[in-house]
């Protein structure tokens, strides 16, 4: 069986030499990136990014959507130092198949590499599925994306309206914006991007999150 690759996409030049070596003394190839310019530049066909994170590194979802916009579909695991449950959980939403701890250790290495030849195909599928949706959702406005999210917690447009001081009539206005841009002819399958996108604009709005009737 091939071996896969690492490609360690990390600014730091110390960490980034670590992590190449814990790649290689675990069996597997390693190919370093200084920066998104580079990794963009020569996009690789297939293994497995690794991207390091710290304070000063750029949020796991932005990372994600630059390489989605770059083309590049592999799938990619996250990595850092004692990373706490929002960390894990920001990482997954963004689309990491894991998250693994620094310093990497052989077998979170070996996990990483073992889901990737079960779920290759999938996951990539599944990252295209998730960027195409997240593309169509952040063209909705904030309004559209209320009532997005109210719809895809079951509510009806007459709840809608009465939770959030609206008109029904304004409801079904922002309902028939949000699904033509959406580009859906059915609710439920604007219902499906929501839970493809998997952030917070699926998960109930506050009344003070929404926008006032001007």
Avoid: C
């Avoid at 990136?33 to 304070?55: K, N, W």
């Avoid at 999938?122 to 999210?149: C, G, P």
């Amino acid at each position: 069986m091939d071996r896969i690759t690492f490609h360690i996409l990390d600014e730091n030049i110390r960490r980034r030499a670590e992590i190449a070596r814990a790649v290689l003394d675990s069996g597997f190839h390693a190919e370093p990136y200084s920066e998104l310019s580079e990794i963009i530049a020569h996009p690789p066909r297939d293994g497995i990014v690794l991207i390091p994170r710290d304070e000063s590194t750029p949020n796991t979802s932005d990372i994600a959507k630059v390489l989605a916009d770059s083309g590049i579909w592999l799938p990619f695991v996250i990595a850092s130092e004692n990373p706490g449950v929002r960390d894990i959980v920001d990482g997954v939403r963004a689309g990491a198949i894991d998250y693994l701890e620094l310093p990497v250790m052989p077998v979170a290495l070996q996990g990483a590499a073992d889901r990737t030849r079960s779920k290759e195909g999938r996951l990539t599928e599944m990252r295209r599925r998730q960027h195409d949706a997240r593309r169509r959702v952040d063209n909705l406005t904030d309004r559209e994306k209320t009532v997005l999210a109210a719809i895809s917690d079951g509510r009806s447009n007459k709840s809608i309206a009465k939770e959030f001081d609206l008109s029904p009539r304004t409801v079904e206005t922002h309902r028939r914006n949000m699904m033509s841009k959406l580009n859906v002819s059915h609710i439920h399958e604007a219902i499906r991007l929501a839970i493809e996108v998997e952030k917070d604009i699926y998960s109930s709005p506050s009344r003070e999150d929404v926008p006032k009737d001007p």
